[in-house]
Nanobody
Framework: VQLQASGGGAVPAGGSLRLSCAAS????????MGWFRQAPGKEREFVASISVRGAAFTADSVKGRFTIFRDNGKDTVDLQMNSLNSEDTAVYYCGVSLENNWPPYYSYQYDYWGQGTQVTVSS
């Protein structure tokens, strides 16, 4: 399975972006999917995950601002990000977890990763 993330960019504080992650080479519809982010000098951080049926688990730091979606028919997972601030600046990665443990909160629970897309929020 290959994952391709897109949608990153530079936005002013308070702005919005929608990230998208598309899978190819196999279907991801039976699996949990998620988004993580990594800021310079920091470890990869959990952002949100989504179950096969669309149940979401979101990090406290983005709750109420970020929403995760998936389209099982298209093998995609999106992250809608609103009210962005400078602390959201990071490279964002999508991933697929083949485990059955919900929620897949830790990066080691993910088996496939996209290449990352840069989000830069200017204050």
């Amino acid at each position: 399975v290959q994952l391709q993330a897109s949608g990153g960019g530079a936005v002013p504080a308070g702005g919005s972006l929608r990230l998208s992650c598309a899978a190819s080479g196999g279907t991801v519809s039976p699996y949990y999917m998620g988004w993580f982010r990594q800021a310079p000098g920091k470890e990869r951080e959990f952002v949100a995950s989504i179950s096969v049926r669309g149940a979401a688990f979101t990090a406290d730091s983005v709750k109420g601002r970020f929403t995760i979606f998936r389209d099982n028919g298209k093998d995609t997972v999106d992250l809608q990000m609103n009210s962005l601030n400078s602390e959201d600046t990071a490279v964002y990665y999508c991933g697929v977890s083949l485990e059955n443990n919900w929620p897949p909160y830790y990066s080691y629970q993910y088996d496939y990763w996209g290449q990352g897309t840069q989000v830069t929020v200017s204050s």
